[in-house]
């Protein structure tokens, strides 16, 4: 991450830097993308002002459950090699810093979006800030190898989140967006998971290799992408995506499923090749679709799409 210097660097006070390293930017940058497509997709308008407000509020919201998740693992942080070099375990930002940094930012975030949007998309941005950062984060991360899987909601709801501020309500299109990336993360994280086993291992996190073994999570992987492959498809049958989104979704679909069956048919020495190419793909995959997604919704008005 570009906002991580090593512990030899480490600083008398945290710096702007090290605070936004706390919001965890790249992450918040899918949260604020698959808002984005929630909103424009949403039937009606807001106001473009009262948008920006509220997407800028829901990136905040992200940024918070970032904070508090650094926060809480800043002890297994520390002994990973991947995240050792972190604000807090790098001594940049001390524990109370970071806690009171992501309090106030969600506090915030739930108010303005509250105030620009409606109440129900501040309460559902209220859950997903609280579900991040105890329901997962305190709680699954370190109970269970199922941690992806019943947290991965928390990543699912920002489209959800987007369609609430601009409709009021919850309707079947956003659900069907919540689980494509519900349904996503787990071969998304298990195929990370495959690759930096030794990391998750000396931190005692229960990824589900360092449970269940490689072969297992490699079926799992596999058996995911063949549900993704139809639930990717759901928003066009279900008639909420245009055929755009149809010809993307299966031919990616095919793709996610022929490098999961790749994946499970490698040996020990090339089992790493093959999750690293899965987990890169699987981000590609994500984007796209919801790239799709966007660009019907900015050309429908136009009867293009």
Do not use: C
Not at 196 to 214: E, L
Request: proline share 6%; charged share 15%; net charge positive.
């Amino acid at each position: 991450m570009a906002f991580e210097v090593t512990k030899t660097e480490a600083l008398d006070g945290g710096e702007v830097r090290d605070f936004v390293a706390l919001l965890k930017p790249r992450v918040m940058s899918l949260v604020v993308f698959t808002a984005v497509v929630g909103m424009l997709a949403a039937p009606g308008g807001i106001h473009p002002v009262l948008g920006v407000v509220a997407l800028l509020a829901i990136a905040v919201g992200a940024g918070a459950s970032g904070a508090l998740n650094m926060w809480y693992d800043a002890d297994i942080d520390a002994v990973m090699r991947r995240t050792s070099a972190r604000p807090i375990p790098a001594g940049r930002i001390q524990p109370a810093e970071a806690l009171g940094f992501g309090l106030t930012l969600a506090g915030i975030s739930v108010m303005v979006l509250g105030l620009a949007a409606n109440w129900l998309a501040a309460g559902l941005l209220a859950f997903t800030i609280f579900f991040y950062a105890v329901i997962y984060t305190a709680w699954l991360k370190r109970w269970t190898a199922q941690n992806i899987v019943i947290g991965g909601a928390a990543g699912a709801f920002p489209p959800v989140i987007g369609w609430a501020a601009v409709t009021g309500d919850v309707s079947l299109a956003p659900v069907l967006m919540f689980l494509v990336i519900f349904t996503w993360t787990p071969p998304h994280f298990w195929a990370l998971a495959l690759f930096a086993r030794d990391d998750y291992a000396r931190a005692g996190i229960p990824m589900m290799p360092n449970v269940a073994g490689d072969a297992s999570t490699r079926r799992q992987i596999f058996a995911y992408a063949l549900l993704l492959a139809p639930v990717g498809l759901a928003p066009y049958l279900f008639g909420f995506a245009g055929p755009a989104y149809g010809i993307a979704a299966a031919l990616l679909g095919a793709e996610f499923v022929r490098r999961a069956f790749v994946l499970l048919r490698r040996g020990d020495a090339e089992r790493h090749r093959a999750a690293k190419a899965l987990f890169g793909f699987s981000i590609v995959y994500l984007f796209a679709l919801f790239a799709v997604l966007l660009g019907e919704a900015l050309l429908r008005p136009w009867g293009w799409a």
